[in-house]
Structure formats: structure tokens, C-alpha cells
């Protein structure tokens, strides 16, 4: 099932932050997050584990609260440069199963 | 180390027709999956390919297909084409195991734009 990605679209200025939310309705293996300029492809950010390992961008911060499967990706002091659609991606086990993404959420930042 | 191509990079079809699409991944990477990308719904899983066998697949119709070839490189291919198919086609590759990887980031190629009329 495709994980529900909230909020759909948010526009900041300059420095503020803002949370992006993931949750799934199903137990969660992985939680991945990308970004996607337009006209681009989707560039990795993110990738949490359960059990607590991340890997990814160091100025990237996200949580992954595996009770609950949702997942946060926090954006501080958002930059132009952040703008774009993130999209997260949820895996059920560490196996053999494909990322399951949700439908984005619109990151618009203006000066 | 280049990154994923995709060709072609944009393409107009007609409905009925057929149409191949290409990619080849990162070197050394095994894995290699497909996704539609179409407003407002997201990435949707189509195919996933690891040496040269689909080991899993998305809820599509027989009409979406593909195969990878001994390099590793992925085709994709819809027949009997529908204006619905108009979408964004994207394919990523990871070094995704033999028994999994979900731990494994993706690397997504530019895309192919079909355009179906």
C-alpha cells in the first residue's frame, strides 16, 4: 500500500522550517526519502532503518518512529535550493521487497 | 562513475503502437527498477530486475513488460499503447543483493517522456 505523505504542498520563506510527514499503514522495514527538482530526477536524502540506523545526508534530519510506521523529514533554515517535491519510499521487510513511494509532498521556497 | 541513462529521453506515440524503452545502470549495479511518474500520483512500482529476472512486479497490466540483458542493462515495454499511458518512466538502479536491500539507496535515471495521442 502506498504510504500518505502529508502535508500535499507548502510554501515557506527563507529560514523557516518545515515538517514533512510519511505514514504507512503497514509495519515498516525502511523508510527512504528523495527529492525531485523539476524536470529532474529524484535525488536520495535519506534512508532510515529500523533499529535506528540512518544513512544519508548529514544536514538532512528525519525520524522514524517504527511503532507508529511514520516517518518526519525536518527542514531547517530552508534554502531556494529546497525547493522541490519529496517523496518517501517504505519498504515492509529487508528482503526482497520493492519501495512502495507516496504521491510527494510540493516544497515551494520563496526569497 | 556515470550515472543511469535512459534513452530515449522524450517520445511521442500514438494510441495502439508500442514502444521500447532503455536504460542502463550505474556499473555494478545488479539491480534495476521501473516507476511511472504521472501528476499528482506519485512514483508507481512497476518492475524490478535483478540478474536478469524479475523478482518483483507492480500492479500494472500484462500490456507494461520488460527484461534485463547480462549487463544489467533494462528494457520496458507497453504494447497496444493507451492515452493513459502518458507519463514520466523512470528507472533506478541500487546495489540491491541477491537477497534483498531495502537498505540500498536508488539512483534514478533522467526519465524517458512519453507522450501518447
Known amino acids: 500500500q502506498q504510504p500518505v505523505q502529508s502535508p500535499q504542498a507548502v510554501i515557506l520563506r527563507e529560514g523557516e522550517d518545515a515538517v514533512i510527514n510519511c505514514s504507512s499503514s503497514?509495519?515498516?522495514?525502511?523508510v527512504h526519502w528523495y527529492r525531485q527538482k523539476h524536470g529532474e530526477a529524484p535525488v536520495f536524502l535519506m534512508i532510515?532503518?529500523?533499529?535506528?540506523e540512518q544513512k544519508g545526508h548529514d544536514k538532512i534530519s528525519a525520524s522514524f518512529n517504527e511503532k507508529k510506521q511514520q516517518s518526519s523529514l525536518y527542514l531547517t533554515a530552508s534554502q531556494l535550493s529546497y525547493s522541490g517535491t519529496y517523496f518517501c519510499?517504505?519498504?515492509?521487510?529487508?528482503?526482497?521487497?520493492?519501495?512502495?513511494f507516496g504521491k510527494g509532498t510540493r516544497l515551494s521556497v520563496i526569497a | 562513475k556515470a550515472g543511469v541513462t535512459q534513452t530515449p529521453r522524450y517520445l511521442i506515440k500514438t494510441r495502439g503502437q508500442q514502444v521500447t524503452l532503455s536504460c542502463s545502470p550505474i556499473s555494478g549495479h545488479r539491480s534495476v527498477s521501473w516507476y511511472q511518474q504521472t501528476p499528482g500520483q506519485g512514483l508507481q512500482f512497476l518492475f524490478e530486475?535483478?540478474?536478469?529476472?524479475?523478482?518483483n512486479k507492480g500492479n500494472f497490466p500484462g500490456r507494461f513488460s520488460g527484461r534485463q540483458f547480462s549487463n544489467s542493462r533494462s528494457e520496458m515495454n507497453v504494447s497496444t499503447l493507451e492515452l493513459g499511458d502518458s507519463a514520466l518512466y523512470l528507472c533506478a538502479s541500487s546495489l540491491r543483493s541477491q537477497s534483498g536491500g531495502s537498505s540500498n539507496e536508488q539512483f534514478f535515471g533522467p526519465g524517458t517522456r512519453l507522450t501518447v495521442l
Open positions: 519510499g517504505t519498504a515492509s521487510s529487508s528482503g526482497n521487497t520493492p519501495l512502495v
Open positions: 530486475y535483478f540478474s536478469e529476472t524479475q523478482r
Open positions: 532510515l532503518l529500523k533499529g535506528g
Open positions: 503497514k509495519a515498516l522495514y525502511s
